[in-house]
């Protein structure tokens, strides 16, 4: 069961601005980097569902991030069905991001008011998605699509959150663009995990990288 419902998480995501978007099939690893978000002042992380038996890993992540980092919400991404879902969601996942918008996701997470968060690629789906229930949606791929598709989406329908994800930067100039066009909130991978960071398991750059994040995205917000 969340440990977080999905006021609380949307309030979280809200607060921060950031989301970090991260897999590693080793599970310590995962919990460093975890601890290492949670040390930089981030409270909600998402964890993709990319690799075999990558549940496995989520549910030691959420445990861990249960004692270790106590305000942090855990949640899903990559996530594409119900099932998929279901699954995580019966491991604690506190929210639910998908490349895509399915229906079927939107109403297993809302039977249990777990967020879920689909990826769109344009306004209509985006229409959809909130007629399902979804209070946060994703636009996706967010460097195909740009800062100007979010103003141009928020402009008839002002009401919208959007997380954008892909292409994110953690610096001034691009966390700018997207926040002024209207973004809730962003999601970062690759850019906020560098490779050569993860390997020398330097989890203090990380955190530092986390909290510059926040603190740009604080004064754009």
């Not at 249960?66 to 019966?90: F, H, K, N, R």
């Not at 996706?140 to 329908?157: C, E, H, Q, R, S």
């Not at 997207?178 to 203090?204: H, I, N, R, T, Y």
Request: with cysteine.
């Amino acid at each position: 069961m969340a440990r977080f419902d999905k006021i609380a998480v949307l309030n979280k995501i809200q607060t921060t601005g950031i989301v970090p978007v991260f897999y590693n099939g080793d599970a310590e690893i995962a919990k460093q980097v975890v601890k290492a978000c949670y040390e930089g002042g981030i409270r909600a992380f998402e964890f993709t569902n990319r690799g075999d038996f990558a549940h496995e890993v989520f549910a030691e992540v959420v445990k861990y991030a249960a004692t270790e980092c106590p305000e942090m919400a855990v949640g899903v991404g990559s996530v594409v069905d119900a099932p998929t879902a279901s699954l995580y969601i019966q491991l604690g996942a506190c929210f639910v991001v998908g490349p895509l918008f399915n229906p079927d996701v939107a109403k297993v997470c809302n039977r249990r008011l777990v967020p879920y968060t689909p990826g769109c690629g344009s306004i209509t789906e985006v229409g959809m998605a909130q007629e399902a229930g979804c209070d946060l949606c994703k636009v996706f791929p967010g460097d195909v699509l740009g800062p100007k598709f979010i103003k141009g989406l928020m402009a008839p329908m002002p009401w919208s959150k959007i997380m954008v994800t892909g292409g994110v930067e953690p610096t001034t100039e691009n966390l700018s663009s997207w926040f002024k066009a209207g973004a809730f909130a962003v999601g970062m991978g690759s850019c906020l995990f560098p490779k050569q960071l993860v390997a020398s398991k330097d989890w203090e750059a990380i955190s530092r990288i986390c909290a510059e994040s926040i603190d740009v995205a604080a004064k754009l917000k």
